[in-house]
């Protein structure tokens, strides 16, 4: 195998394993950073000795093994220097964990180590930037770089927000470990959100040159599946992933040759991947198997699910559309979901319907200076035919945008309107 070669492969285990070794660790080490610092000495093992030793039939043990005979190493440094009496009977016992061979009867379940980094990742006490950026670390097993190219920051700024994060979790004395049942409803929201915000950046992306980043939805898609497979009986994390798999499916087709935009409305839906259509609306009746009243995603899915089993833009059941809409924005409350529900009431029931829903929620606080309520504002005079007032929405709606992609496409409409 060459280098080049062997070093994709290495990238590609690193992916795969990386979660469930910073997992085990931290269950035995007990500190988030600590076990990272040791799995991240083992890839460098990896990278030292893989290229002539070609890669182990089980390169997950192989990293652990690795880990652990480091973490053995520091930590018999650590006593022999400090010689405290807590400290060394504390380490003791570490070192005593980190000494047992992988034998699946003296160690829990791997999975559930990597659930548990999961609620760790994304808890509460960190705040939003900081749980994508760590979740993308230490369960997605990016480097510092690639999450700082996916979001368009500094290195240093995620290198920051990743030690604070860790940081954060010591000084709170955050446990590793799945909530309760009382307590996990509460405890699953954020990580549901951290998975959707990292998909919601790759598939519209807020800033930057390009309108997708199809790395970040497939990082969130993989987030998703290793979440339902670790809580198989969770309705929304099934609902999450069939939105995510549903809307991936159109990414293809939401791009021209060029990387200009590509709206719903002028798609080729030939080119939606007809796999990722399947694997979500399987995902949704799993969803609506396991619950009693639609969660939030689920109802998104459901949504999602009416554009992809539709052939055409006109041949969409809009007025399901609505009703989902509506049962969403009373679970919500979100003025956002209610501009998406007057676009969907605009389809159904025309655009006259359409634009009082949008007039009625202009004031809202949250709407201020989201490029998204002018520029539907925009198409719906359009569609009334009052050119020049679109023309104006449409400008303003490109002033408020930060993708260059979508701006460039709202001055376009503005200038069709203008002329």
Known sequence: MSASATQRAIDAVWRIESARLIAGLTRIVRDVSVAEDLAQDALVAALEQWPASGIPDNPGAWLMAAAKRRGIDALRRRVTLERKRELIARELQILQQLDQPDLAAQVDDVEDDVLRLVFMTCHPVLTRPARVALTLRLVGGLSTPEIARAFLVSEGTVAQRIVRAKRTLVEAHVPFEVPGRAELADRLSPVLEVIYLIFNEGHAATAGEDWIRPALCRDALRLGRILAALMPREPEVHGLLALMELQASRLRARVGPHGEPVVLA???RSRWDRLLVQRGLAGLRRAEALSGALGPYTLQAAIAACH???????????????????GLAALTGSPVVELNRAVAVTMAYGPEAGLELVDAIAEEPALHGYHLLPSVRGDLLVRLGRPAEAHEEFLRAADLCNND???????????????
């Open 266 to 268: 002028d798609q080729d």
């Open 308 to 326: 992809a089993r539709a052939r055409s833009l006109q041949q969409t059941d809009w007025p399901r559309i609505v009703a989902l809409y509506d």
């Open 405 to 419: 992609r979508e701006r460039e496409l709202l001055l376009r409409r503005a200038s069709a309107c203008g002329a």
